[in-house]
């Protein structure tokens, strides 16, 4: 019977250290402390007198967005002037991340407001009201 007692007072004492521990430190659904939005943390890269908005989707699916800036026309010029990629057209390496469709069937699938590109990067001229996207695509 003694352990019952224990047992009880372990969990009611516990219980509720662990409810506010999950709520100050929040959820793994995009929320911070008492269910507000996080803040995105938006890199910024570049200088220049243009800046555009550049997302990254990793192999795991994570992204990340920066702020490029530059003097460049071409989103392939610009990301090439900052080290950011290894060529303007072609891109097998973003930000230190490798998709080599030889090795993996991985490539990097280049996307303007959401949608599939048309054209690639080194080819298209950069618009400052929209976002540039490169996604890891295993095919």
């Not at 003097?71 to 930000?95: K, P, Q, R, W």
Request: hydrophobic fraction near 40%; include cysteine; charge should be negative.
């Amino acid at each position: 019977m003694e352990h019952k007692k224990c047992l009880t007072f372990i969990l009611l004492f516990t219980m509720p250290v662990l409810i506010a521990f999950s709520v100050l430190t929040g959820c793994s659904d995009g929320e911070g402390a008492m269910g507000q939005p996080q803040e995105e943390r938006v890199q910024v890269i570049g200088q220049g007198g243009t800046a555009f908005r550049l997302e990254v989707t990793d192999g795991n699916g994570l992204t990340a967005a920066w702020n490029v800036h530059t003097d460049e026309t071409t989103v392939g010029d610009a990301l090439l002037s900052v080290g950011f990629t290894d060529a303007n057209d072609f891109i097998t390496d973003v930000n230190g991340m490798k998709a080599d469709f030889d090795k993996d069937n991985a490539y990097w699938a280049f996307y303007i407001d959401g949608e599939y590109a048309t054209t690639g990067a080194g080819s298209t001229t950069i618009e400052p009201d929209k976002t540039y996207a490169f996604v890891y695509t295993k095919i």
